[in-house]
């Protein structure tokens, strides 16, 4: 099922499906006063997963060994953030993240539509539990119906299509289920539907719509893991496919999609007043700037995207745990709870305005780097080619899209840095702990370190190939 990567004991799936019956196990044997130790548990099998998966290459894309290990490796600085004793029910929570992990590294892995479902529902069914973990909230209540129902829809999508691409090639495997010479229309359309997963995972318009409610909705720790390692193991599956399986107007397919992301994220973005909607409208304009990345394929392009990859997921996941901690403790992200945080948190506000700062694409951080070897893969793939300029029209999305949406985070930094909360409110949010600062000092580190890695993305690409 998973090319390379079978179910042995040097597998990161199997460390990860261990570890989380470990992890229920512990649970239910020790004491109350000792449910901090599932949580470090958790914690210990996500690193050992992680090197593992670096360890472990996977046979017929190396591009989906970094991939994997970066999704594995989002899931453990999500567990590590969360290990405060009395936060929630640690048991509960940490099976439910390290489940979201082993589903994102099948999804990475995989070679076939089969094992790419299974991944891929592995990561939705404990994301519905995680969306909705407060349950008397009603936000988080609404949060966790709308993203079961539009799973639940693109799950029924997917497997439908899956059906008939087995029927009409009588293969699942992504290199075989293609004959010889151009590919059928039926073929086309069971292949679409087939992919309609990886959309809502890579939340591209139209699979956007559940969003920005789960988001808001969710903690936001709990969005952080649904949100970042289901993306990163989604985009593995679509270099893998369009590895496989290319076909003649995939460019315009994906460079399509990724205009329509790019203008509806940013110009959305710029009317919401909840710190969390704007974060998912962001993360739908850069699901835009991965396809667009991955339309310059075949090429020099799994450099740019493995690096915008990491760049993404370091500076979005170091924003939504400095939420998680500048938020007040009834999870509200609405901008007008974040006035004051900079004379309550001047430490956490300064690392939330860095890692803001870099998903705008401001220099010289890692995600300006990010969408200049985006826009001159892009650029590059269309030149001398005047009859297909649809990955420079691509190009110019993103290039118009990157300031307007900048103002859109600079609408959170406003609220969080300049703007004072009222005199006879108090707000108590959480204090951080050791877990949480060294996950955002690891964030830092990676979004000044990517963004001043000039050659990553030369780099990188021979890592990926």
């Known amino acids: 099922m998973i090319a390379g990567t079978p179910f042995t004991l040097g597998s990161p799936e199997t460390c990860l499906g261990v570890g989380l019956l470990a992890v229920l196990l512990a649970d239910m044997v020790l004491a109350r006063t000792h449910q901090q130790l599932t949580a470090w548990l958790a914690v210990l099998t996500a690193a050992v997963a992680m090197a593992i998966a670096w360890h472990t290459p996977v046979a017929g894309l190396p591009f989906g060994t970094p991939a994997r290990t970066a999704a594995i490796a989002i899931i453990g600085l999500v567990l590590l953030a969360n290990t405060r004793v009395g936060e929630q029910d640690h048991g509960a929570w940490s099976t439910n993240v390290l489940a979201i992990g082993l589903g994102a590294s099948l999804t990475a892995s995989a070679a076939d539509f089969v094992t790419l479902w299974l991944g891929l529902e592995l990561m939705s069914l404990p994301g519905y539990v995680l969306a909705g973990w407060r349950a008397r909230d009603r936000r988080a209540a609404e949060a966790g119906m709308k993203y079961v129902l539009f799973g639940g829809v693109a799950s029924a999508l997917t497997l439908f299509g899956i059906s008939h691409l087995y029927g009409l090639t009588g293969q699942l495997d992504f290199g075989l289920a293609a004959p010889a010479g151009p590919l059928s229309p039926t073929l ?3 292949l679409c539907l087939s992919t309609i997963g990886l959309g809502y995972k890579l939340t591209v318009v139209p699979f956007h719509f559940y969003a920005p409610d789960v988001y808001q ?16 193991a989604a985009m593995a599956a679509v270099v893998r496919l369009l590895t496989n399986l290319p076909f003649a107007g995939a460019d315009l397919a994906l460079a399509g999609l990724a205009i329509v992301s790019l203008g509806i994220a940013c110009f959305t973005a710029l009317v919401q007043h909840d710190a969390r909607r704007i974060l998912a409208f962001s993360g739908i304009g850069h699901a835009g700037a991965l396809l667009l990345a991955a339309a310059c394929l075949p090429g020099q392009a799994l450099g740019a995207t493995l690096h915008y990859l990491l760049a993404y997921g370091a500076a979005n996941l170091g924003a939504f745990v400095c939420l998680w901690l500048l938020e007040p403790k009834n999870g509200s992200g609405a901008l007008a709870d974040l006035a004051g945080a900079w004379t309550r948190r001047p430490g956490i506000t300064a690392l939330l305005s860095l890692f803001l700062l870099s998903l705008a694409g401001l220099p010289p951080l890692a995600g300006f780097l990010a969408k200049w070897n985006v826009l001159a893969m892009a650029l590059q793939r269309d030149a ?3 009859d297909r300029p649809w990955v420079t029209w691509g190009a110019v999305a993103l290039l118009l899209s990157t300031p307007i949406a900048a103002w859109a985070y600079l609408q959170i930094l406003r609220a969080a840095v300049l ?11 959480r204090r951080p702990d050791a877990g949480a600062m060294a996950v955002l000092a690891i964030c830092a580190a990676a979004t000044l370190g990517l963004g001043l890695w000039f050659d990553a993305a030369s780099t990188l690409d021979a890592m990926a190939r």
């Open 188 to 190: 086309v359309a069971a």
């Open 419 to 429: 703007a004072l909360p009222p005199p006879e409110t108090t707000r108590e949010s």
């Open 217 to 232: 909705g969710a903690p936001a720790i709990a969005v952080a893991a649904v949100s970042i390692a289901p993306k990163i």
């Open 384 to 386: 001398g080619v005047a």
